[in-house]
């Protein structure tokens, strides 16, 4: 079992900045993949962006060149630099971890709301 806590979210203004973090417990060493999905209202759960344990990213179409994803192997932790927010970037941000048996973990979420 992995445990995953956010922390982070708030209220910003257009333009503005928030990073997010998740710290990982339990069985971090069977993770592969952390990453960040985000759940606006009345929409499906996306994918924001991902690392790999190998540091290799991926990221939305919506999110590249505003938000960096980085990670701490040692400390089995994700963080999301997230920089020139929109308002369609309010959502309710999950971390997942993925093991190499390709269980997935969920935070409990962290909400981010970007006034316009």
């Known amino acids: 079992q992995v445990q995953l806590v956010e922390s982070g979210g708030g209220l910003v203004q257009a333009g503005g900045s928030l990073r997010l973090s998740c710290a990982a417990s339990g069985s971090t060493f069977s993770i592969n993949t952390m990453g960040w999905y985000r759940q606006a209202p009345g929409k499906p759960r996306e994918l924001v962006a991902a690392?790999?344990?190998?540091?290799?990213?991926n990221y939305a179409d919506s999110v590249k060149g505003r938000f960096t994803i980085s990670g701490d192997n040692a400390r089995k932790a994700v963080y999301l630099q997230m920089n020139s927010l929109k308002s369609e970037d309010t959502a309710i941000y999950y971390c997942?971890?993925?093991?190499?048996?390709?269980?997935?973990?969920w935070g409990q979420g962290t909400q981010v709301t970007v006034s316009s």
């Open positions: 690392i790999t344990s190998g540091g290799s990213t």
């Open positions: 997942n971890a993925r093991t190499r048996n390709l269980n997935a973990y």
